[in-house]
């Protein structure tokens, strides 16, 4: 097992927050380490290794992704979206604002999960319900804030881009 | 607002008078969010090698041998480390007798010669890669002598039970009672008695980010440094530095940013000797992160405990007496520093809680078993005396015929300041207020109406109470009046810099309270700064701030206490500064948001700024006390005995087709004193009745009757998410402690002793028709379906 586990690395080209990068990657190696690792995007956080606590959720082509439970050599030529994409410019991106006017967040080790998850979910249904928002949330877990803040922060977040949309442009 | 710029003609109209008990942002918050916040794996250094534990198993065996070779010969493994290996260049890690009554334990920090849990560490891999040090694990070939399991509380006593440890010549770890008044007479003698068996089950903190270590060693001095994921720096490198055989000064303990703790993450574990002595052995800085298998089967384990109650009532409901038992399951080793008493310990010292009854016997005791340790984890055995005493409550008032809630409020005592029969110094309180503002929110009247007329139609709702009063501070006083016989120190150093900002140092921590917030409302309120102006740091045992770290609800009364008093203490050195250059009484001199005038002439003031820089360049025009000691302080703060109180409510419905729990609604009244930030007080309740509800529906850390581990991931251990838990409505008295500095108590674990209960009285009422009632948690679908079809309706 472990003489074939090192060998074979492959030469991968990841396009991650609208920029490309090269690196070796063992076939093994996940995504998550690939991104924390290699690529030094560390705010990608992994949590239990085993796809269920969400905290190392990531956009793929704008889908919410386990990067824990994805290998860095599927990735070729998919669009990769991580936390540290939602603030490029300097300032919070409206969820991260909703996020700190909510308290939804505590210790912070699971919110970058969350905040791409709630992301996806307002691309694809900017004006959810609470229920819809719960159901949407269910697959990430937080163990700090009890869920009413984050709940809390993408309803402030829905509103905020209705009133946007609402806007004259 | 640049910082220390401000100036007398600043626009004070948007601040608060007082920051403290505002709803303040969090200051933290923008690097969490955007992803820049550095943990413990996000850390390196040059040269950095990576660790991965072998562990056993078998839930008790014998180790034979340990054969290498293999791992060793593979390329990238850089040594293979055993117990032995380490035995020569640490200490045994030791845990007193907190008590009489309790055994004084020792063990190596790697299994040398036999393991006592699945999960127990037997060697240590490094290899140039996370991925490589598994590979070498996995090749490690550990030869093993299966022995009986013990695994639980009855094979562990029984007569010629295997010895969990065998420098002792019990399993019986931890054995004391406390008896007060005549309860046995008045059990003889009661109009009514009602008695209970409840059975909590094991759970634990599982903060989303497990435990990881990094250490090097200086090759000169043999100073060690140490990047931890601990919520106690200070302590960790005063524990730790005797089984690392360094002395305290060559110890450096640095917590980087934590992913919560929960209380997991203020113990000392055996990786936390392994990882750093493996370093200095080797050369080389190692790193190891814990994975969640590893997390779940080695880190502490809490609350799993077997409660025998039963109270004595008079014809008119008044509580003449209570008795209980509480037997925690210990798991293999005594937990360092508090041991398996956290739990059963805790349990009878709150065993009367906020009610008023004259007679009162609590037994704990703690065994080994073949599991994980048990150690303080979020309400602490607290949570599982609650649940054995408020369902028992539930029960005596279905016997003998009394509302619940009346039950209660004919018992509680006066929310006046006293103690109470334990001897705990009780600083005042709104204990029936509490009980009255849940019953009021929550509609019980309308409820009952309700519940009847779905009751017609098949449908089971159940409504559940729970007040608590809950220990806070944590410090020497409140350890005593618990039963343990530590003593604490705290400190915090303020020290204004020659710009006019302020630096507060703590040896308190951090790790989603939001202390980066409170306390800079705390230090900005004491010295007069604008908050902006100051910067609350911690996480170093480099620090000159010793202190005893966050947990046990201590952050909110320890840092208002050292703060303040040191703040005081610079403020009055602002003050005299003040009266030099504005050539006034110091008592005359106003300072507020970082301006200092003469009360009544806000036009003719002078910042901080200049202040400070006069306070350090002045030469001899400054005042005697700030040419000796400068524009700094350390002050230290061992509060009295603090207690927060309140009550949980909860609505639910029972499916009893296929026995599940829909959690309707929940109401959280919360008295925590003062409150420094609303807003925080509200996510620290939120988060904890959230673990709460999951102690009572859904969290076991499940063992074989074999000893073998069941609960190995985040698929077998469920926390509630967002579906499981409703909308809370949280509710707030504030009666100021008549005890503590700022009248100031905590409330970090209130919700997760309060919750569980309520939630299971709600149940047990739903269900009561059935004739049955819950004696045990987690409540899961399987239990509560045989048990009604046990009820046969």
Same mark, same amino acid.
């Given at each position: ?169 | ?204 903190? #599982? ?322 700064? #604008? ?263």
């Amino acid at each position: 097992m472990s003489e074939t586990a090192t060998a074979g690395r492959r030469l991968v080209e990841l396009n991650v927050n609208g920029m490309s990068h090269v690196g070796l990657a063992e076939p093994r190696t996940l995504l998550s380490d690939f991104l924390r690792h290699d690529l030094e995007l560390t705010g990608t956080h992994v949590g239990c290794e085993q796809g269920v606590c969400g905290a190392c959720t990531v956009l793929v082509d704008g889908e919410p992704v386990r990067s824990c439970l994805t290998f860095a050599v599927q990735m070729e030529g998919a669009r990769i979206e991580t936390v540290e994409a939602l603030s490029a410019d300097g300032a919070l991106h409206p969820i991260q604002e909703a996020f700190r006017n909510t308290h939804g967040l505590q210790c912070g080790f699971c919110t970058p999960g969350f905040l791409l998850t709630a992301k996806a979910l307002l691309e694809e249904n900017p004006s959810p319900s609470e229920a819809e928002i719960r159901e949407h949330l269910s697959g990430n877990v937080c163990r700090c804030t009890g869920y009413q803040g984050i709940v809390d922060a993408v309803l402030e977040a829905a509103a905020n881009g209705k009133d946007q949309a609402d806007e004259p442009r | 607002m640049s910082p220390g710029s401000g100036t007398a003609d600043v626009n004070q109209q948007a601040r608060p008078a007082r920051y403290t008990g505002e709803r303040i942002k969090r200051l933290e918050d923008p690097r969490l969010l955007m992803g820049r916040a550095r943990f413990i794996d996000d850390l390196g250094v040059p040269g950095m090698v990576h660790a991965a534990f072998v562990r056993s198993p078998h839930p008790h065996a014998r180790i034979v041998s340990i054969d290498n070779r293999a791992a060793l010969a593979l390329d990238g493994v850089v040594a293979v480390v055993t117990g032995a290996d380490l035995a020569a260049e640490t200490a045994e890690m030791e845990v007193g007798a907190m008590l009489n009554g309790v055994e004084a334990t020792s063990r190596p920090a790697i299994a040398i010669s036999k393991v006592r849990h699945v999960g127990d560490p037997v060697a240590v891999v490094v290899a140039r890669s996370p991925y490589l040090a598994e590979d070498g694990r996995d090749l490690v070939r550990v030869e093993w002598e299966p022995l009986p399991p013990v695994p639980d509380v009855g094979t562990a006593l029984a007569d010629g039970a295997p010895l969990i440890d065998e420098a002792l010549e019990t399993n019986h770890v931890a054995h004391g009672k406390i008896e007060i008044g005549d309860p046995d007479g008045q059990f003889e003698t009661a109009a009514h008695v009602c008695r209970k068996t409840f059975k909590v089950g094991r759970s634990t903190g #599982a903060p989303v980010e497990t435990r990881g270590l990094l250490a090097e060693c200086d090759a000169g001095s043999g100073a060690i440094t140490l990047w931890t994921s601990t919520q106690m720096p200070h302590l960790t490198r005063t524990l730790l530095a005797p089984m690392l055989r360094v002395p305290e000064n060559k110890l450096s303990v640095h917590s980087p940013e934590v992913g919560g703790g929960f209380g997991l993450k203020c113990h000392i574990f055996p990786e936390d000797v392994a990882v750093p002595a493996v370093a200095r052995r080797i050369g080389r800085p190692v790193k190891w992160i814990e994975d969640r298998w590893e997390n779940l089967s080695g880190g502490v384990h809490s609350k799993e405990m077997d409660c025998e109650v039963e109270v004595a009532l008079d014809a008119d409901g008044k509580m003449l007496a209570i008795r209980g038992a509480f037997v925690t399951d210990g798991g293999a080793y005594s937990s360092i520093p508090y041991t398996p008493l956290i739990d059963s310990g805790c349990a009878a010292g709150m065993l009367p809680s906020m009610y008023d009854v004259g007679h009162v016997a609590a037994q704990f005791d703690a065994a080994y078993t073949n599991k994980a340790s048990v150690g303080a984890i979020r309400g602490v055995g607290w949570a599982s005396g609650q649940l054995a005493r408020e369902t028992l409550l539930d029960d005596a008032a279905r016997q003998v015929g009394i509302d619940p809630v009346e039950l209660r409020l004919r018992n509680m005592l006066s929310s006046e300041p006293q103690k109470n029969i334990m001897g705990l110094s009780l600083d005042g309180g709104s204990y029936a207020e509490s009980l009255a503002m849940a019953r009021d929110a929550i509609g019980y009247e309308e409820f009952r109406r309700r519940q009847d007329e779905l009751r017609a139609g098949g449908r089971y709702l159940g409504i559940g109470f729970s007040p608590f009063i809950e220990p806070t501070g944590m410090a020497t006083a409140s350890a005593r009046a618990a039963g343990f016989d530590i003593a604490y120190f705290d400190s915090a150093t303020v020290t204004v810099d020659p710009d006019g900002t302020a630096t507060v140092s703590t040896g308190l921590h951090s790790h989603g309270q939001g202390h980066e917030t409170t306390l800079a409302q705390v230090a900005a309120d004491a010295l007069g700064f #604008a908050i902006e102006d100051i910067r609350v740091v911690f996480g170093s045992s480099d620090s000159q701030s010793y202190g005893m770290g966050t947990y046990a609800s201590r952050s909110a009364v320890v840092g208002s206490g050292t703060i303040m008093a040191a703040a005081a203490q610079v403020r009055a050195r602002l003050l005299e500064l003040a009266a030099t250059l504005l050539e006034a009484d110091a008592r005359d001199i106003d300072l507020a948001h970082g301006v200092a005038h003469v009360k009544g002439a806000p036009a003719r003031g002078v910042t901080v700024a200049e202040l400070a820089g006069f306070g350090y360049f002045g030469y001899d025009a400054r005042p005697d006390d700030v040419q000796e000691s400068g524009l700094t302080a350390t002050a230290a703060y061992d509060p009295p005995e603090t207690y927060a109180n309140g009550t949980t409510a909860a609505v639910v419905e029972v499916d009893p087709a296929l026995g599940t729990v829909d959690l309707q609604r929940l109401v959280a009244v919360e008295d925590c004193g003062r409150m420094l930030n609303p807003f925080i007080v509200d996510g620290q309740v939120a988060g904890a009745v959230a673990q709460g509800v999951g102690i009572a529906l859904l969290e076991d850390l499940a063992y074989g009757e074999d000893g073998e581990f069941l609960a190995g991931s985040l698929m077998h251990y469920l926390y509630p998410s967002t579906t499981e838990l409703p909308r809370y409505d949280l509710l707030h008295i504030e009666t100021p402690s008549s005890a503590s500095t700022g009248g100031v108590k905590g409330v970090g674990e209130a919700g997760t002793i309060a919750a569980p209960a309520a939630v299971v009285n709600a149940i047990s009422d739903a269900i009561s028709p059935f004739g049955v009632s819950i004696d045990r948690v987690p409540v899961t679908p399987v239990y509560l379906r045989d048990l009604l079809r046990g009820a046969g309706r």
